[in-house]
């Protein structure tokens, strides 16, 4: 199992990489009493014929391996509390997998360090374009990291007082859509 969303979202992270994706859109939502993780991409997309066998763990597309736990987990989780997890692709279309889960679900996996996932992947894709959008019923927050590479010019995203800047804004945006812990 996977202990918390932050795991959930490297792992969506990492399938949205081995496909090639140029843009990637992470969410993360508080809707009523729901809370929506959703990452969608440009990548390869997901042959018409496999789509169906993407939430199987004996289902895998990676060399040498034969299984995939990744999203069969992700729709165990969210299913185990009464949510629900959907995949939409197409092949040259990308992927999107959004995952419903009921905020005060006392079975609810922690969000985990969501921000210390986040600005580690995001300053070791130097070619990937990402969008991350927080919100929740008030109001939405978002960081592009293409608007980030404008302001900065030729400073790499690994730069340490880039590095700084991403892990403050997303926390400041984090704390302003409410998506933290209360327990």
């Known amino acids: ?58 289902y895998t597309t990676k060399p040498r391996a034969k299984i995939g736990l990744g999203l069969p987990l992700l729709v165990q989780t969210a299913e185990e509390v009464g949510g629900e997890c959907r995949v939409e692709s197409g092949p040259g279309q990308g992927t999107r997998v959004a995952a419903r889960l009921p905020w005060d679900h006392p079975d609810r996996p922690p969000l985990g360090d969501l921000v210390g996932t986040l600005v580690p992947l995001i300053a070791a894709s130097p070619g990937v374009e990402f969008c991350v959008e927080l919100s929740d019923d008030r109001e939405t927050w978002r960081l592009s990291t293409r608007e980030v590479r404008e302001r900065i010019g030729d400073v790499p995203l690994t730069h340490p007082d880039v590095l700084f800047f991403l892990e403050r804004s997303l926390q400041e945006g984090m704390d302003r859509v409410g998506l933290k812990e209360e327990r």
């Open 1 to 58: 199992m996977i202990e918390d969303l932050a795991m959930h979202l490297a792992d969506l992270l990492a399938n949205s990489f081995r496909a090639g994706a140029r843009r990637i859109e992470v969410g993360l939502r508080r809707r009523g009493g729901d809370l929506v993780l959703e990452v969608a991409d440009d990548g390869a997309g997901i042959p018409e014929g496999e789509l169906g066998k993407v939430c199987d763990p004996f």
